[in-house]
């Protein structure tokens, strides 16, 4: 059973034929009949030119993925884990799948906040102690 569409999100979603999938040799250690298929699967998908994305999910995709993605704004997602390359090719989907769900969270904005009367009072006091300590250090007048 293969993949017609990712699910990303809520009303959200992007047919498998808008991703480029690429298979070649996976790396590692050889020995008999290992790595000898095509196994490893490299996923594309171009978040900056979908047709799919609506135009404010292609944002916030573009500005919370943005180490992920390449100049052109394309995600890559690679998986060479299992021997079968319909395993991999599973796997790779699925990664691309959380990775552009989670691109598409929105980030909780920091709520700031001030110092409490306790670390205030710690402050004021530790620097008195300090003042204190470096004017002791100081030339005595009376000599």
Same mark, same amino acid.
Not at 62 to 75: A, C, E, F, Y
């Given at each position: 059973?293969?993949?017609?569409?990712?699910?990303?999100?809520?009303?959200?979603?992007?047919?498998?034929?808008?991703?480029?999938?690429?298979?070649?040799?996976?790396?590692?250690?050889?020995?008999?009949?290992?790595?000898?298929?095509?196994? +490893?699967?490299?996923?594309?998908?171009?978040?900056?030119?979908?047709?799919?994305?609506?135009?404010?999910?292609?944002?916030?995709?573009?500005?919370?993925?943005?180490?992920?993605?390449?100049?052109?704004?394309?995600?890559?997602?690679?998986?060479?884990?299992?021997?079968?390359?319909?395993?991999?090719?599973?796997?790779?989907?699925?990664?691309?799948?959380?990775?552009?769900?989670?691109?598409?969270?929105?980030?909780?904005?920091?709520?700031?906040?001030?110092?409490?009367?306790?670390?205030?009072?710690?402050?004021?006091?530790? +620097?008195?102690?300090?003042?204190?300590? +470096?004017?002791?250090?100081?030339?005595?007048?009376?000599?």
């Amino acid at each position: 059973m293969t993949r017609e569409v990712l699910v990303i999100g809520p009303g959200l979603t992007i047919p498998v034929s808008e991703i480029d999938i690429r298979t070649s040799r996976a790396s590692g250690p050889g020995g008999q009949h290992v790595n000898t298929s095509d196994s +490893k699967v490299e996923v594309r998908f171009d978040v900056a030119r979908s047709p799919s994305l609506p135009p404010d999910a292609r944002e916030r995709l573009l500005q919370n993925l943005g180490t992920r993605l390449s100049k052109d704004g394309v995600l890559r997602v690679v998986a060479q884990g299992r021997r079968s390359q319909w395993r991999n090719r599973e796997d790779a989907l699925a990664r691309l799948e959380t990775v552009l769900g989670r691109g598409l969270e929105q980030q909780a904005g920091r709520v700031p906040t001030a110092p409490s009367w306790a670390a205030k009072a710690r402050r004021r006091r530790d +620097k008195q102690l300090r003042s204190a300590l +470096k004017r002791s250090r100081g030339v005595d007048s009376d000599e």
